[in-house]
């Protein structure tokens, strides 16, 4: 018993340290998901957020901003212990974070219990986060998985001829939300989806999956991130996989894109959509690309910007010019930098964001395909450019509501 | 300990039955007494960070872990699967009770809710336990390992009840009495209460007629069946009060973060309980204890120590990992083991029967 007694005494000392609150800072949490499946996005997420901080400064008026970082894995409890922890004991004010769709929606409720804070979302996009009972608090400046893959739909079943496609994807939220656009748009056409393949995140043999994936379809979708996304193109590869691929927004992006090996090659003429496009043509684009680059050395980085630092230099960006509009007053419980955060207009790099009347972003979307720049490094080019995308993907809101929410067989396909 | 305690059981096996002041050995002791009170005014010391996330926390990995420890260091049987049915318990409070998610929660009042996610988190892990009693050792292990992956597996797909991936949110937590049971300072007090009640129990079924039977049963299954014991009988109901203490904490731990998903059931969550007993000891109650004190300092702050440091905070995972691995090289079995060490040396070898040993 008396052992027990020596660790307690111990730590009282902690308690001390803990305690010490420092007063002309603004003190800002960020959650990234720097363990698990998700690690190289997290990592990459934090790459943006970082040169956000270079481009725009971290002064605001005669206050500095302070930020603490809290590793999640891309599981809802990870990040519920997380940002409990920088509220509770760093005790931050403003909360930028998650990373990924369930930890989005998990935090969104818990921002509910502390509805004098802020909370921008870092870069999750499951629909339900801001679409089903949003918490008054939480702004998010990125689209949803949904509005992810507007134009992809139409773009294969008019330019590329696919009327049959078959799915793989995460069996969480935000792979969930990808699918239900997908579906939506590719089957308002007349296209097909005979059939949706789950699997659990983070799993690392396919090779079921593989040989399950029907012969008689045009193409093959992929909703898969991270390490599952590269686990799967090479367990493909060796099966000798030869199908068009169609892919998600974590699918075609920089994460993958750049992997090792040459597994990804099979991705070499896949479309996608995504909130961005790395060869975009657009100046506000290319300097963000040149300021990530220039942050970091290129064995630190990635060739370009993958989504995830986009959206996390995207949330940094409307952190800190709101802050700057009020002049860092965070009194009245934050409410004065509240409505800042929802009236601003981002100029982003992957181009204007408003929010709408549930915080949730309006933006510009993208249809790709996957190009080798001739030295061996893959890039998503710019096939179609989509401003003004809503949350409701264009339906009338009696409508989409009665689509249903995102989940394994919802959509169905059909035309709505 | 262990050999103490088996000591006494070869020479007086009635002795501790008939002798209440020795049955509770912390009555005698100082340390106990003041840890108990350290532990009383917590809320006077500690924010609620530290209440909650370190203490409380603390206190629910304990409960969780000393169920293992019971098995373990009693019963020679090393369940994994202790987290699986705390796990259970959390989704059954979910599941009965009320929470985000209307088409799954039945929305029961917690009076209802708990004591039936109680009751069928103690039945799935005495099944779990009905099929591991008849292996032994490594077996055991494996079976139980199997239980709490499919367990994990099941949830992260299911969604009719589970809620897949996501989980359940928003959980709703007891507001009786005028109080909000789930504020810092009552969450603290439950949590305390409920954990102090399983040490206790437990302390004081290492020292009944049924606990000395299951440490028989322990040292040697074949003498004890031939003294007429029931041997699995005994491993059975052995499973059933773990299965029990485990179950209490799942609740706390629903009603901690107000919402439960797969994450919280994973298997490398099942082994961070076994890592718990093993680091603290699984020869004495106390060992879970401090071995998820341990943890929980460890895994909150780990990041922020290497960053402080000026290193990459990205490798805190190794950091944890190298405080285990010091704590198990230096000391097989945890740190008990190490605190009574060092209380032998300093006793200048006057009294060497209380040497830890490990089981497992």
Not at chain 2, 129 to 147: F, H, N
Not at chain 2, 329 to 346: A, E, K, N, P, T
Request: proline residues 4%.
């Amino acid at each position: 018993m008396s052992k027990c007694s020596v660790g307690l005494i111990a730590l009282s000392s902690l308690f001390l340290s803990g305690a010490a609150i420092a007063q002309e800072k603004i003190k800002v949490g960020v959650t990234a998901t720097l363990e698990g499946t998700y690690t190289v996005l997290g990592e990459d997420g934090m790459r943006g957020h970082q040169t956000a901080l270079n481009v725009l400064g971290k002064k605001v008026g005669d206050k500095e901003l302070e930020f603490i970082v809290a590793s999640t894995d891309a599981t809802p409890d990870s990040a519920v212990r997380a940002v409990r922890k920088l509220i509770e004991q760093d005790k931050v004010q403003i909360l930028l974070s998650p990373l990924s769709g369930d930890e989005g929606i998990a935090v969104k409720n818990f921002a509910k219990t502390h509805p004098e804070l802020t909370f921008i979302n870092a870069a999750s996009g499951a629909q339900e986060t801001t679409y089903v009972d949003p918490a008054p608090n939480f702004f998010r400046y990125n689209m949803d998985g949904a509005q992810w893959q507007v134009g992809l739909g139409k773009y294969a079943y008019d330019t590329k001829g696919y009327r049959k496609i078959a799915t793989v994807g995460e069996d969480y939220s935000f792979i969930y939300t990808q699918v239900f656009g997908l579906v939506l748009e590719f089957c308002g056409q007349g296209g097909q989806v005979t059939n949706r393949q789950w699997v659990p995140l983070g799993t690392k043999d396919f090779a079921s999956v593989i040989a399950a994936l029907p012969d008689d379809v045009d193409a093959i979708y992929l909703g898969l991130g991270g390490a599952d996304a590269v686990n799967f193109l090479n367990q493909y590869q060796q099966a000798g996989g030869k199908a068009h691929l169609m892919g998600g927004s974590i699918m075609i992006d920089q994460t993958i894109l750049s992997s090792k090996g040459n597994a990804k090659n099979a991705l070499i003429g896949t479309i996608a959509a995504s909130g961005q496009a790395d060869t975009w043509e657009d100046p506000g684009w290319q300097k963000f690309v040149k300021a990530y680059q220039d942050a970091f050395p290129p064995n630190k980085r990635f060739p370009s910007p993958s989504l995830l630092a986009t959206n996390y230099y995207g949330s940094t960006m409307a952190l800190i010019l709101a802050l700057r509009e009020v002049n860092g007053d965070l009194s009245d419980n934050q409410s004065k930098f509240k409505a800042a955060l929802a009236k601003i207009e981002l100029d982003a790099p992957n181009g204007k964001i408003k929010l709408d009347s549930n915080r949730q972003a309006i933006g510009t979307n993208f249809v790709t395909e996957v190009v080798d720049d001739g030295k061996g490094a893959l890039f998503s080019k710019v096939v179609k450019v989509i401003p003004n995308v809503n949350q409701t993907l264009g339906y009338d809101p009696a409508v989409f509501a009665k689509i249903g929410l995102p989940s394994r067989t919802v959509p169905e396909c059909k035309k709505y | 300990m262990s050999l103490a305690h088996d000591a006494r059981v070869a020479v007086r096996p009635t002795a501790a039955a008939q002798r209440p002041a020795q049955a509770w050995p912390e009555i005698n002791n100082p340390a106990a007494w003041i840890v108990a009170a350290i532990l009383l005014i917590m809320p006077l010391i500690a924010n609620g960070f530290f209440l909650i996330e370190i203490f409380a926390t603390t206190l629910i990995l304990g409960t969780i872990a000393l169920s293992l420890m019971f098995l373990a260091g009693y019963g020679g049987m090393v369940s994994l699967m202790q987290l699986t049915i705390a796990g259970f318990a959390a989704y059954m409070v979910a599941v009965f009770g009320t929470s985000d998610n209307a088409n799954i929660s039945l929305g029961w009042p917690w009076w209802l809710a708990v004591p039936m996610a109680i009751a069928l988190a103690t039945a799935f892990g005495t099944l779990g336990g009905a099929l591991a009693v008849r292996t032994e050792g490594i077996y055991t292990i494996m079976i139980t390992l199997a239980i709490g992956a499919a367990f994990y597996y099941f949830t992260n797909q299911n969604w009719a009840i589970f809620n897949g991936h996501t989980g359940i949110n928003n959980v709703a937590t007891p507001h009786f009495w005028g109080v909000n049971w789930r504020a810092d300072i009552p969450f603290y007090y439950i949590v305390l209460a409920v954990a102090a009640l399983c040490y206790l129990a437990v302390e004081y079924i290492s020292r009944a007629p049924f606990g000395l039977a299951l440490q028989g049963v322990r040292d040697n299954p074949r003498r004890m069946a031939a003294l007429g014991f029931n041997v699995n009988a005994h491993r059975v109901a052995a499973y059933a009060f773990a299965s029990f203490v485990a179950a209490l904490a799942g609740v706390l731990q629903v009603w901690n973060y107000r919402q439960i998903s797969p994450g919280s059931v994973s298997v490398g969550a099942c082994i961070d309980v076994l890592i718990i007993a093993v680091v603290g000891g699984i020869t004495r109650p106390i060992g879970p204890f401090i071995g998820a004190l341990i943890f929980v300092l460890l895994r909150t702050f780990a990041l922020d120590f290497l960053v402080k440091l000026g290193l990459d905070g990205n490798r805190f995972r190794l950091l944890i990992g190298l405080g285990f691995l010091a704590i198990v090289f230096w000391s097989s079995d945890g740190v008990i083991g190490l605190w009574q060490r060092w209380r032998q040396s300093q006793r200048s070898n006057a009294n060497r029967s209380g040497g830890g040993r490990g089981h497992g």
